[in-house]
C-alpha cells in the first residue's frame, strides 16, 4: 500500500460524512465566485484608462437635472479643451424588460470621444444616414435578439414626442464592442437632433457634458476651470472623471464590496466549523492507528504531512471545481442580463489566488490543531486509546 491508497482509504473510511464536507465546500467556493463577480462588477475596477481621462460635468444639484445646450460651446472655448459633446438619459425600457441606457448624442462628436467603442465604418455610416437610425452595444443586441436592420420600439419613463405617445422607434443600424472596460457596451446610442425635434418639452437642454482636455492642463486644473466657468449661474455644474463619476453612482446601491466581503467570511468560517469537525473526528477515530504508525518508524512529521495532504484531497479539487461551476454561471447571467450587466460578471487573477488561498487557509485550520495535539502524545498513549 503506497501513501496515497492510505490517504485515499483514510479520506473514505466514512463515506457520508466525507461526501457532505464536500458538498459544504462546493456550496461554499461556487458562492464565493458569484459573489466576487457581483463585487468586482460594482466596484468599477476595470475601467480603461479612457474613462480616467475624459471628464463628465452635470448639474451640481442631481444628475436628473439638465444643463442649457449653450454650455458646449463655452466649454469648447476654455483652456486645455481638446474635445467636447454632450449626452442625455432617455429612460427607455423595450417591452416589460428594465430600464438600461439609452443616449441621445451627436453622433461624430460622441464616437471621437469614445474611441473605445467599435465600430465598423460601414455601421457608422449606415447609422449617420438615418436619422432615426441608433447603434447597440453587443451585450444588449445578445439579450434581446436585435439584428441590423431592426426596428426597434422603446417606452422612455421621462420623454415624451411632441405628439403625445412616450413611444419611440429606432432602426438598429450597427451592433459594436467596447474595449474599454464595459462603460458603453451596454447603450444605445441614437441621434441628438432627432430627439431634439421629435420630443415634448425640454428642448434646448441636455443631461450631461464629456470633454478630453488636451494635455496642457491637468485634469484637476480642469475641472475646477469647467465649473468656475459656470458658477453663479443659473445652473452650477459639478465636474468629475468619467471612472470617478460611475464608482460613485455606483456606491447609490451600498457598499457592495463590504456587504460581499462580510458574507464571504461569514461563510468560510462557517466552512472551516464543518471541515475541522470533520478532521477533528477524523484524527479522534485514528489516534491508534497513529501509534502504530510511529510504532512502524513514521515520524511526526511525515504523520503530519499524510493528514495535511488528506485535507488538501478533501478540499482543494472540491474548490476548484466549485469555481469553475461559478465562473460558468457568471457567464450564463452575463449573456442573459447583458443590459443591466454592461461591463459582465467575471472574475480575475486575484480572485482566483484569493480562492486558492482560502481553499489552504481552511485546510489548515482544520487539519493543524487536531493532528497536532494527537501527534504531542507519545506511543505508548497512542496505543492505549482505541
Known amino acids: 500500500m503506497n501513501r ?12 457520508v460524512r466525507t461526501l457532505f464536507t464536500m458538498l459544504a465546500v462546493l456550496v461554499v467556493f461556487f458562492l464565493f465566485t458569484l459573489l466576487e463577480g457581483l463585487r468586482l462588477a460594482f466596484s468599477l475596477s476595470d475601467l480603461g484608462a479612457e474613462a480616467q481621462e ?3 460635468t452635470s448639474h ?8 442649457p445646450e449653450a454650455y458646449q460651446s463655452r ?3 476654455l483652456p486645455g479643451v481638446d ?3 454632450h449626452s442625455t438619459w432617455f429612460g427607455g425600457r423595450y417591452q416589460d424588460h428594465p430600464e438600461f441606457a439609452q443616449y441621445p448624442v451627436v453622433a461624430e462628436e460622441y464616437l471621437s470621444l469614445n474611441a473605445e467603442i467599435d465600430l465598423s465604418e460601414e455601421y457608422r455610416q449606415a447609422w449617420l444616414a438615418n436619422r432615426g437610425g441608433a447603434v447597440v452595444g453587443r451585450p444588449v443586441a445578445n439579450q ?4 441590423v436592420g431592426d426596428r426597434v420600439p422603446l417606452k422612455s419613463s421621462i420623454w415624451t414626442r411632441a405628439n403625445g405617445s412616450n413611444v419611440w422607434e429606432f432602426d438598429i443600424e450597427g451592433i459594436f464592442d467596447d474595449s474599454g472596460g464595459g462603460m458603453n457596451s451596454g447603450v444605445l446610442l441614437f441621434h441628438y437632433d432627432y430627439f431634439e425635434e421629435a420630443r415634448a418639452w425640454g428642448k434646448g437642454t441636455v443631461g450631461w457634458y464629456v470633454t478630453r482636455g488636451d494635455g496642457s492642463i491637468p485634469l484637476e486644473g480642469l475641472m475646477a476651470g469647467i465649473d468656475a466657468e459656470f458658477a453663479n449661474s443659473p445652473a452650477e455644474t459639478k465636474t468629475n472623471t468619467e471612472a470617478a463619476f460611475a464608482q460613485e453612482y455606483a ?5 457592495i464590496g463590504f456587504i460581499v466581503t462580510l458574507i464571504l467570511a461569514a461563510v468560510v468560517f462557517m466552512i472551516m466549523l464543518v471541515t475541522g469537525h470533520t478532521m477533528a473526528q477524523s484524527v479522534r477515530e485514528r489516534i491508534h492507528e497513529i501509534g502504530v504508525l510511529k510504532t512502524l518508524g513514521f515520524t511526526s512529521g511525515s504523520i503530519f504531512r499524510l493528514t495535511v495532504l488528506e485535507g488538501l484531497l478533501l478540499v482543494l479539487p472540491v474548490g476548484l471545481l466549485a469555481m469553475l461551476l461559478g465562473w460558468g454561471m457568471l457567464n450564463v447571467v452575463t449573456e442573459r442580463m447583458g443590459a443591466m450587466l454592461p461591463g459582465g460578471l467575471k472574475i480575475g487573477t486575484y480572485s482566483v489566488v484569493l480562492g486558492l488561498s482560502l481553499m489552504l487557509a481552511i485546510t489548515l485550520g482544520s487539519v493543524l490543531p487536531p493532528v497536532i495535539r494527537a501527534l504531542r502524545l507519545d506511543i505508548v498513549a ?4 482505541s
Do not use: H
Open 75 to 77: 466649454i469648447a472655448r
Open 4 to 15: 496515497f491508497t492510505l490517504i485515499w482509504r483514510n479520506m473514505w473510511r466514512k463515506p
Open 60 to 67: 451640481k444639484v442631481s444628475l436628473i437635472m439638465m444643463l
Open 382 to 385: 497512542l496505543l492505549r486509546s
Open 54 to 56: 475624459r471628464l463628465l
Open 83 to 85: 474635445a467636447v459633446s
Open 251 to 255: 456606491r447609490q446601491f451600498g457598499n
Open 144 to 147: 434581446y435578439g436585435w439584428q
